[in-house]
């Protein structure tokens, strides 16, 4: 990259200013000491000269300086008050080249595109690490699928190819949007796993306004939003709950909002670890690169939050309600898309 002159710098042309100040109150003093030889017209000429130095450099420190600081200074205040630093694209210069590099590392570090790639490849990464090679899987699936139709086994089969239906869902094109209406489909191949362990201990239960229902159906969110939401609510809710155990997906929608609630009545979570998971949601994108222990429960659920922030922006995302011995109420809240192009910095879904 070409480097830029030192008078794209303001503290570079701050000084170069001052010192032309100086110079000229330097002629100005000699001007005005001068020696009795000077005529007083010669004198005269000189003051007005300095004086027009000094006039039209005190008019080049503020357009050139002091202006382009107080532009500099109001994106920064942006900055703290919650906006991006996109802003500091447009403006030509900055204070010091130390200050350059300074934002150039912050806005790599929030690039949500950025972030938004790691994030894809951390997603195919770890499907890679468990799918061996899909097609072996699907085929192995199926020969397992037929061999238990074949002996009569027909919980076996079905068994089979729910688990089929559901990695090829999971497996393929991790980072597409879906409608709500495969989403769903996948919830409850989902859920017809994990019945055929639970039993008649576990029911789910979808809710939709049915009005809005088509519209609701039709939207588009990221892949595998709810899936281990419902996952979580089994392992750390319904699992440890003596007796049956309900699970309650409610959909519903506002102009340009579409608002998920996963419940559960399971044990519930007490007041230190609903906060403790509440501050986790809370964090940025940043925490799904940097969380280090994965065997601690919520992590699914920062995973889902962090996706949702960098597809969409942090008005967006999840929060938990919970009361111990009670339940826990997950609220997933997600703009109203239709369509599954949209533009995370200069990359198209």
């Not at 670890?273 to 065997?295: F, M, P, R, V």
Request: glycine share 6%.
């Amino acid at each position: 990259m070409k480097k830029k002159s030192v008078m794209h710098y303001l503290i570079n042309r701050r000084t170069l200013l001052w010192i032309v100040q100086l110079m000229v109150t330097l002629m100005l003093i000699i001007a005005l000491v001068a020696s009795p030889q000077m005529s007083q017209a010669d004198r005269a000429l000189m003051v007005s000269v300095s004086i027009a130095i000094c006039a039209g450099v005190l008019i080049a420190l503020y357009f050139w300086v002091i202006r382009p600081y107080r532009r500099v200074e109001h994106m920064i205040n942006l900055f703290l008050e919650g906006y991006t630093l996109s802003g500091l694209d447009s403006t030509t210069t900055t204070i010091s080249p130390l200050m350059e590099r300074m934002v150039g590392s912050v806005k790599t570090e929030l690039n949500a595109s950025h972030l938004l790639k790691l994030s894809k490849r951390q997603a195919q990464f770890r499907a890679l690490q468990n799918q061996i090679n899909p097609h072996f899987l699907y085929n192995t699936l199926e020969s397992i699928r037929s061999e238990a139709l074949v002996a009569g086994l027909d919980s076996v089969a079905e068994m089979t190819e729910a688990l089929a239906v559901f990695f090829r869902y999971t497996i393929s094109k991790v980072e597409n949007l879906v409608t709500m209406e495969e989403e769903l489909q996948n919830c409850n191949t989902y859920f017809r796993i994990q019945q055929y362990r639970f039993g008649p201990r576990l029911s789910l239960d979808i809710q939709c306004d049915p009005e809005d229902k088509e519209a609701i159906y039709r939207c588009r969110i990221p892949k595998l939003t709810m899936q281990p939401i419902l996952e979580n609510s089994i392992i750390h809710g319904t699992e440890f709950k003596i007796g049956a155990g309900k699970l309650t997906v409610k959909l519903e929608r506002t102009e340009d909002r579409l608002v998920i609630l996963v419940s559960d009545d399971g044990i519930g979570m007490n007041e230190a670890t609903l906060s403790k998971l509440n501050e986790n949601l809370d964090k940025s994108g940043l925490a799904l690169h940097e969380q280090k222990d994965e065997s601690k429960g919520g992590v699914a659920l920062v995973n889902v939050n962090n996706r949702i922030h960098l597809l969409f922006g942090e008005e967006y995302g999840l929060h938990v309600f919970s009361m111990p011995n009670v339940g826990t109420d997950v609220q997933i809240v997600l703009p109203m898309i239709t369509s599954d192009r949209m533009v995370i910095g200069q990359e198209v879904l």
